[in-house]
């Protein structure tokens, strides 16, 4: 027996789903060699349908590791609880730790019966592809590198994200970190049927050629990214060499090995809180008086809430924002919540507190409100494409007429949008503090901070910034799950697991602070604990 053969044998044998990758460059030659690997792979009719689109860009890299975050956390909600308990427990995928991506693509836009073999099997192209990602699997072994196929992708949004025209579609994510016994020729091509095209023609960068990236919203502002893979791979090694089993505290390690990976200072944090009226109560939609959103922000900027109480009881620092305590803007269902110009000034605002409070560390977000919880009904509605039913929870106190009332403000809130971009959103159907707390969510993100979500409401305005910013989603805590119906959707779509489940009703950071004391409790944990070497 030739002696490559068992060479062979044994890389395929050793071959495995890598999903923990160190941070390290791969060479380019060693790169395109993976990549002429699978452009050498047998195809149906020597049709070579397959494109690689190679991923190093951050944010592309942030954008779909947080796909991968919230279909792992839907497939999860479909399981029985121990299984899904055992899924969340899994590590299914290293997008931000690898430091190359390869979406591999099948572009089906020749008819089948164009193609000799597809007539008959005209998914045959898609099998194509699939053995051109088993060669360069093979290869990347070969040279000492790891790779894993991702697939936890609704496959129209990774699609979107890299801009391929209708008729093209994805196989999933390569994840690229650290036989070659064929024929020197397919058969096709010894026999003049086709010649191999040049890898240059296959191979895309970043996104699809023919599509520009959109531009990023003027809310956003500066660039930034999430961790680089240094970071994130350093903060799991550090979680290694404690002494206790990987993982021993659940959820709780998870969250802390995404915080660690952070630039920003762990040893402390801050609870930010703003508030704001609503027009929207003149339909009746809550159980208090507007007067209530003034008495609770004067006891939290006292330190006599329990949102203050809570903060100060974690060893947080406490800033209270009036973003519009005693106005009341625009009745969402007949007038913008903002105009323009306010929006810009708020976002600001937000920001320029959110990164004061990340500079010092965690920051944890809260809201004071009445009525609010109905705009957050319409803002989830808007940005998830669902309907008042699904959305509309009782809100503080709510009885059925009330939730009556309020599915019908966000519907008619709703038919009012003439688009779904999220600075629009917010500025059509949102509020004041929403938009303060979007841009604490942006500002702290910049500072390199962890930002702890509270409920529905803060969940929300992190969804907006993520929509505008994906980088902002490494850095976002659930802190709590709230009752609100829509709570469970949205941090969902985050990607987030969250750390209390304890159906608390109150807003104004309660639980938020509640989970940056677990936090800070963790982390001084791991500080203490002894380790391997």
């Known amino acids: 027996m030739p002696e490559h053969i068992f060479g062979l044998a044994d890389v395929v044998a050793a071959r495995r789903d890598v999903r923990r990758y160190r941070p390290d460059a791969v060479p380019d030659d060693i790169l395109t060699a993976v990549?002429?690997?699978g452009h050498r792979a047998p195809s149906v009719g020597h049709s070579q349908p397959w494109r690689f689109i190679v991923v190093r860009e951050p944010g592309t890299r942030d954008a779909a590791a947080a796909m991968a975050d919230r279909a792992r956390i839907k497939q999860a909600a479909q399981m029985d609880e121990a299984s899904a308990r055992g899924l969340l427990d899994l590590q299914l995928e290293g997008i931000r730790e690898a430091p190359v991506g390869i979406v591999v693509a099948c572009d089906r836009r020749t008819p089948a019966a164009g193609v000799l073999g597809r007539a008959t099997f005209p998914d045959a192209d898609l099998w194509s592809c699939a053995t051109a990602i088993q060669n360069m699997w093979l290869?990347?072994?070969?040279?000492?590198l790891g790779m894993g196929w991702v697939t936890l992708f609704e496959p129209a949004e990774l699609a979107a994200l890299l801009g391929?025209?209708?008729?093209?579609?994805?196989l999933g994510w390569l994840c690229l970190g650290w036989p070659d016994e064929r024929p020197p020729e397919p058969g096709l091509q010894r026999a003049g049927w086709s010649k191999r095209q040049p890898l240059a023609d296959v191979?895309?960068?970043?996104?699809?050629e023919a599509d520009a990236t959109p531009p990023p919203s003027h809310l956003?502002?500066?660039?930034?990214?999430?961790?680089?893979?240094?970071?994130v791979v350093a903060a799991r090694d550090r979680a290694d060499e404690l002494l206790t089993p990987p993982g021993s505290l659940g959820v709780l390690d998870r969250v802390l090995d995404r915080l660690t990976a952070?630039?920003?200072p762990l040893e402390s944090g801050t609870l930010v809180v703003a508030a704001a009226d609503h027009a929207v109560t003149d339909h009746g939609v809550s159980a208090f008086d507007t007067t209530v959103t003034r008495d609770v922000f004067a006891a939290t900027t006292r330190g006599e809430s329990m949102g203050a109480v809570a903060a100060r009881s974690a060893g947080l620092e406490l800033i209270t924002i009036d973003a519009g305590v005693g106005v009341r803007r625009g009745n969402i269902t007949a007038a913008d919540a903002l105009d323009r110009d306010e929006l810009t000034r708020l976002v600001a605002d937000g920001k320029a507190a959110g990164s004061r409070a990340g500079?010092?560390?965690i920051v944890a977000l809260g809201e004071i409100g009445i009525g609010n919880t109905t705009v957050a009904a319409a803002l989830t509605a808007a940005l998830l494409g669902r309907s008042p039913d699904d959305v509309v929870g009782r809100g503080a106190s709510a009885d059925a007429a009330m939730l009556d009332?309020?599915?019908d403000v966000v519907a008619q809130a709703l038919a009012r949008l003439t688009t779904r971009a999220p600075d629009d959103v917010l500025r059509t159907v949102g509020g004041a503090e929403f938009a303060v707390l979007t841009g604490v969510v942006l500002g702290a993100c910049e500072a390199g901070a962890g930002v702890v979500l509270d409920g529905l409401a803060t969940s929300v305005c992190a969804l907006i910034a993520a929509r505008l910013e994906p980088g902002v989603v490494a850095h976002l805590v659930a802190g709590q799950r709230s009752r609100e119906s829509a709570h469970s959707d949205v941090l969902a779509e985050l990607g987030l697991e969250p750390l209390l489940d304890l159906r608390i009703r109150s807003g104004e950071g309660v639980g938020a602070a509640l989970a940056c004391g677990l936090l800070l409790d963790g982390l001084a944990i791991r500080r203490g604990v002894a380790r391997t070497h």
């Not at 500066?222 to 680089?228: E, L």
């Open 405 to 407: 009332r309020k599915r």
């Open 164 to 170: 391929l025209p209708d008729g093209v579609e994805t």
């Open 262 to 264: 952070l630039p920003g």
């Open 359 to 361: 500079r010092h560390g």
């Open 220 to 231: 956003a502002g500066d660039r930034f990214a999430a961790p680089n893979q240094d970071r």
């Open 139 to 144: 290869t990347a072994r070969v040279y000492g």
């Open 35 to 37: 990549l002429e690997a």
């Open 203 to 208: 191979v895309m960068h970043e996104r699809w």
